[in-house]
Structures are given as structure tokens and as C-alpha cells.
């Protein structure tokens, strides 16, 4: 017998009961090098994640596509252990971040969660000595020792849900990093996502191979870019984010 949490206009649906308290929350937008998409994408294949879950909106994408002989949906939920992936095949349309990202963010409070590590990319244009920039709520900070991932430097920004979700995480003290590698802007970047893998590994004793990674890209960027074309013909224009969410 599923279950289903209703939060508004979004429903978080699930097979079976779950129980959440002490996990960790993993989740990554289609932002600058698909970093978010590509690094939640690879951690539940590496770990062989089951998919537990979905999540439903009043406006979700009307897309769809086959993975491993069955429906995918375009906001998934995964879990290993205490690992929880929020994974969007698609983005939500701009008019829905703001909730979406919320209910989110409620949802996660609610049930217990632990912390949340939430994945997106910078312009390597900008690039400096560390190959990764973070940006910590304060929760986290209080919390955890290690923040060996330099803070964003003043002065850059990080825009759509993943920046909704940061704020709504500090507002309500809530532990949170954003892990921010820097990526090639004009393309999915696989190699940038496996920095911010490696990173999540460390942060939770995990073991997500990221050779499998590097040693695709190729084959991940054409995904890809199949997937952005794919949801392209039936954007509006007012809702379309360009592609360039952090």
C-alpha cells in the first residue's frame, strides 16, 4: 500500500511508508554543466538505488521517456540506506520554483532529515586556485567541523530552485552545503560533476565510482543534450530558464 504526503499544489508519493529520520537529502538541478542532474543521476546508478517515490504538481512536465524498461517520471525519488536523491529529469517550469522548492524544503523538515547536499555548478571562466566552491548555512556550520570547500567568493550569484532552496534551508536553520564545482557553461560537464561526487563521498563514507564517469562522458553529454532538446518544443517562453540555473 503506497503513501502519499501532500503539501499544496505538490504531492510526494510514495510505494511503501518510509521512514526518512537521519537521512541525508541528495538533490542537483540542470544548472551550469548539468553538474546537479548529472552527479544525482550517476550516484543512483552507481549505488543501484531504489526508486521509492515521486513527486506530482499541478504543472509537472509533460514528458516522459523509458530507463531500464520502465516509466520515468520527471521528479524522482531514490533511496540507499540513509541516502535520499531528489533526481529532476526535467527542470519545473519557472513559475513553479518557488513552491516546488519549498515543498521541498518542508518536506524534508518534516520528516526528519538529517542534512541536505545539494549539487550545481559555476562558470569556469571564473575559475581559481580550488576547482569547487560551497556555500554553507549556518545549521551546517554549527554542526559540522569540516568546510574544506571554500566558501563562493562575494559577489557571485547563484540563481533558480537550487537558490530557493538555500534560503529556505537557512530561514529555517536547517543543515545544508551546496557544493559548487566549476563547469563548462556551453555543455554538460561530467567531469565536473565527478568533483562534487568525490566530495559527497567523502562528506558520507560512501563509495560512488567516479571513473564509470569520467570514462563516459562522452555518452553522458549526448544524454544529455537529447533530454535538453527533447523538453525544448513546448517551453513558453516566460517560463523557459534558459538552461543556466547555477
Not at 506530482?56 to 516509466?71: D, G, L, S, V
Not at 519557472?94 to 521541498?104: N, W
Not at 568546510?147 to 537550487?162: A, C, F, K, M, W
Amino acid at each position: 500500500m503506497g503513501t502519499k504526503k501532500i503539501y499544496g499544489e505538490v504531492e510526494f508519493i510514495f510505494k511503501k511508508t518510509q521512514n526518512f529520520e537521519g537521512c541525508t537529502l541528495l538533490n542537483g538541478w540542470h544548472g551550469i554543466g548539468e553538474c546537479g542532474f548529472i552527479s544525482m543521476s550517476h550516484i543512483v546508478d552507481n549505488l543501484k538505488a531504489e526508486r521509492i517515490g515521486f513527486i506530482m504538481t499541478n504543472n509537472i512536465p509533460q514528458f516522459i521517456t523509458i530507463k531500464n524498461e520502465q516509466i520515468t517520471f520527471p521528479f524522482e525519488i531514490y533511496r540507499k540506506g540513509n541516502v535520499v536523491v531528489i533526481l529532476p529529469i526535467f527542470e519545473p517550469i519557472k513559475s513553479e520554483h518557488l513552491k516546488f522548492t519549498k515543498r521541498i524544503v518542508d518536506w524534508s523538515m518534516d520528516e526528519k532529515f538529517e542534512q541536505a547536499i545539494l549539487v550545481g555548478g559555476l562558470d569556469k571562466r571564473l575559475e581559481d586556485d580550488h576547482n569547487m566552491k560551497a556555500i554553507y548555512t549556518n545549521a551546517y556550520l554549527d554542526k559540522k567541523k569540516e568546510t574544506d570547500v571554500p566558501i563562493l567568493n562575494e559577489g557571485l550569484y547563484v540563481t533558480g530552485p537550487l537558490a530557493y532552496m538555500l534560503m529556505f534551508y537557512e530561514l529555517n536553520s536547517f543543515p545544508a552545503v551546496s557544493l559548487l564545482p566549476y563547469a563548462e557553461r556551453s555543455r554538460p560537464d561530467p567531469i565536473a560533476a565527478s568533483v562534487a561526487v568525490e566530495k559527497i563521498n567523502h562528506l558520507l563514507a560512501i563509495d560512488v565510482n567516479v571513473k564509470e564517469l569520467l570514462e563516459e562522458a562522452e555518452k553522458i553529454e549526448k544524454e544529455i543534450e537529447s533530454l535538453i532538446r527533447a523538453s525544448r518544443p513546448t517551453e513558453r517562453e516566460n517560463d523557459s530558464d534558459k538552461g543556466m540555473f547555477v
